[in-house]
């Protein structure tokens, strides 16, 4: 950041002309090697275009922008002229302010200066004596305190200390008044309790500009035994006006004034109270600045100019910062607009102004008196664009035949129902903040209804329970504040909702983890509800034939609306097996195949289409024998299916006698009794960060207990593999804040993130150890990469154990990381167990990003370099007496389970509906072939060698 310094000051220098002033400036600049000599010219050239004067005897002198190149380091020079220069011809200067800017820095420069021109400094510009005192004028004008509504959160959600300090800290970063790291400077022993639930906290460093967050919470918090309902973040700086911070503390420690903050659950009161700026309710319009520079001196002027051409005010604010009356040049300098940055204007109600603003906006979408490259601007209509998905960008020919991704079982067939994306137009900006809000407080009535009356004509749980995940949704209150936030900054009802949306959803597919990512088509879902509802838009009409529905993505509850009878088969461009479409689609026992790309979409109307939702294959126009063996190939199936089922509750046993436990995966507590249902003789991944995430705050020691709870009663005695939390930057818990990270797969993840909040970890394993019971237990710790990881986290369940004794524990580690599987033979010595994931082995050790839109087809667990890495586990535990299992999605793939088999694996963890099937299919297989088998694909050169000599 620019500052000005005593050191860049150059007291008694004398030009007798402006010429001679501005070779004595670039002297300076070349003298600190700043610029080259060149860079006159670009000096000479800005002020023929018009002068630098800004006023007060001060002129900022600065190059054009193709006198750049002369730039070597962007920097700030001073000089004084005690006599004066002519500047303007009718203005002298005092003071010249030389800049060389590589790129928009001078306006941050404009800002500082801009607090010195609030003032008649002329006089004592001139007058100077010493360095010091021009900076000292220049910066005369202490920073005051911004107090804003903008910087107020009512009714937060906020389940602890953290979450309020990380709330607190994001608002002033949203409004640019601190920069990152101004989080870690909040160190709770600076906590002060005000009085009431009121509490505040303050830190000086990372700050860009002094003020005020105010958080209020929903529900207050106990901290240190007392409430904590709001909390005051106060950015501060040495040089912050005092006079203004302390009316600020006189309010907080009036008792009376403090109760009645404490009961103000209105932003705008709140902000009247402590006397903080309030955005008024004027009528506004907005304009993406698109002048290069920024919103320097000249087209500010020239603003200044149209916007006194209205007799009432006009006042203009950037980004959702502070409105400033945009008749004041000094004040629109100080904003410190930049290209790109939106400028919002209100007009004073009842007046000229109104009107007038159309003017305003016209004036400087035409640059203010500069030639401007336009902004797509997006101020006017907008186009909800499509759900973006990698597969659109495919070629659209469509296939005769093709692969997608098998979501729900069955063969089906029938002509071809076309639904394309559908586009909402709306206005961007609405019309009042008042209307728009009711506006979408209708649409979210609208829509509750209408899921209502799904929920009671639907005879489905599965279906009901979407449902009424779709109602918490459009209930939670993060969702409407932010909605409510982007409507108080003017923007329409149907542009808040679905930005928000989008950006929710976006979030959420960024998971890595596929079941939390593939939520993300249900906020959509909710989300073109509402929006359709806002922009007046009919629903679909279903067709009156039985038909293949072949749409983008089926949303569920598109799929739960449809008439099962109609509907013969779905067929999407996108999505995944594990989708709520899907999931329904099964409910209904609706055959689907997803995620076979955008191509589908150019399906004519009416053509036959026949998919397999067993293999995800689908044929366009199949000829008559085709179907024909499809159907046969189903009732196959279907018999297959339903003898595995008959004989799930038994063990899995080749046929030389080699027996294997069978295992399920599972996210949810309640879906124990579903797997044991299903033949699992253990849960053997319990991933309960998925646990965590069915919780809309952080379960506590006692919620987390019951759950557990629920999980060892239904499993009757069966050992349960639990691993611990496995959040990080790719799977965010959204009431653990984190700084963002650049890799998040390789950054503060599982165990790493864990050890760094060891709280976390120790409550957790209290929960486990309590519920047990002494039932059988098995902890495992996700992402350990090292040693030391390993034995710290074993030390704190170590103590942990001395707490709470526990028989039947055994620990163990995840080996999802290449150090782990290489280093086994050291780690075996001392975990009890280790369970393979395959899913991060493989990504960690292809180095393919297992969410990868185009790569992670190529990321197979079978590839041998996996397989080498699974022998070497294997043989280290069971060469110090320890078992093994693989957690991974491979573990329920068919062709890879003999090769885990013949590699000596204990356990094999998966699905609980594959269950059934690798029981079967385990029980025609020979340990002793499957041993055979490999040993010789750990010899193959790729992951499809191994599938084809499997095959
Ligand atoms: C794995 O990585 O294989 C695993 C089972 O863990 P998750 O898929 O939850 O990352
Ligand atoms: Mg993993």
Redesign the pocket.
Known sequence: MLALDTQHVRMNQHAVDKAQALQCLVDILVEDQLVQPEYIQGLIGREQQSATYLGQGIAIPHGTPQSRQYILETGVRLAHFPEGVVWDGENKIYLAVVIAAKSDEHLQVLQILTRALLDDVSERVQNAQSAQQIIELLQAQPPSLNLHENLITTQAVVTDIDDFLWQASQLLKQQKMVESGFLSQLQLKNMIHLGEDIWSISANQHVLSPAVSIIKAEQPIQYQDQKLGTLLCIASNPQLDMSQFNRLMDIFFDPEQLQALSQQQDAQHLAQLIGADVIPDWASQRVILANAHGLHARPATQLVNTCKAFQGEIQVSVDGGQFVSAKSLTKLLSLGCKRGQTLTFIAEPETDAVAGLSAVIAAVKQGLGEEVEPIQDEADTVVAPEPTHPMLSETLTVPDQSQGIAASSGLAFGPAHVVKPRQFQYERFGSSVKVESEKFDIAIHQVKNSIRQFIAQSSIDAIKQIFMAHLEMLDDPDLIQSVQRGLKQNLSAAAAWHEHIEAAAKAQESL??RLLAERAADLRDIGERVLAVLCGAPEIVEPQEPYILVMHDVGPSDVARLNKDRVAGILTAVGGASAHSAIVARALGIPAVVGAGAAVLNIPNHSVVLINGDTGEFVVKPEAQRIEQAMAERERQRQLREQAEQHCLEPAITLDQHAVEIAA?IGKVHATAKAVEQGAEAIG?L?TELVFMSHNSAPNEAVQEADYRVVFDALAGRPLVVRTL?VGGDKPLPYLPMEPEENPFLGLRGIRLTLRQPELLRQQLVALLKAADNRPLRIMF?MIGRVEEWREAKAILDEVRAQHPCEHLEVGI?V?VPAAALLSPILAQEVDFFSI?????TQYTMAIDRGHPVLSAEADGLHPSILLLIDQTVRAAHQHGKWVGI???LAGDPKAVPVLMGLGVDELSMSSTRIPLVKAQIRQLNFADCQQLAQRALLCDSATAVRDLVE
Do not use: A, K
């Open positions: 890595n983890d995966n991944l991933r496995d996700p995840m999802e994931g395959t899913n991060d082995l957690c991974g999605e």
